[in-house]
């Protein structure tokens, strides 16, 4: 089978790279540190680069994760715990984490979660009440909805049906 091979490029090189690599799409840490493992670049090296991008602004992890909540709240429709969870895999702050997600709109929010739930029940066939629910109970629950807003929403969205 065909595997990949490792790439060996120098520090210099790098460092360079991922400056493009940055001055195109923001990056946090964690991704820029992934990238140069795959390049086989040191440890030391990694730091070094890191904390010269860090310097540089072409790193940080405050304007990424506003970009990256704002993004994935907007155009992929996702809830805050969501969006938490996939920012702590990259190794960001719950500091961070926190300060972006109360930028987002409280009846924002829930008017958002509101017409996901309406569409999803649109494309629904049950008839039993029980069942839509917990359809769309797991259906806010994937997106990353908090499970007390959900239920509201949801007990809501159905007391309208009858």
């Not at 999803?120 to 797991?138: A, E, H, I």
């Not at 909805?145 to 239920?151: A, R």
């Not at 509201?152 to 009858?162: A, Q, T, V, Y």
Request: positive net charge.
């Amino acid at each position: 089978m065909y595997k990949k091979k490792p790439t060996q490029i120098s520090s210099k090189a790098a460092l360079s790279k991922v400056q493009f690599i940055c001055s195109k799409q923001e990056k946090c840490c964690s991704d820029i540190r992934k990238k140069l493992q795959d390049w086989n670049i040191s440890a030391d090296d990694q730091d070094e680069i890191i904390n010269s991008l860090m310097e540089d602004k072409f790193i940080d992890e405050s304007r990424f994760t506003n970009f990256y909540v704002r993004d994935k709240y907007r155009f992929n429709k996702w809830g805050r715990i969501k969006i938490s969870y996939h920012l702590k895999h990259k190794q960001i702050q719950e500091r961070i984490i926190n300060e972006a997600l109360e930028q987002i709109n409280d009846q924002e929010y829930k008017e958002n979660l509101q017409d996901l739930l309406q569409s999803k029940l649109r494309s629904l066939k049950d008839d039993d009440p029980y069942q839509l629910k917990t359809k769309l109970y797991r259906f806010a629950q994937s997106r990353g909805f908090e499970s007390q807003l959900s239920l509201n929403l949801i007990n809501d969205l159905l007391s309208e049906l009858k």
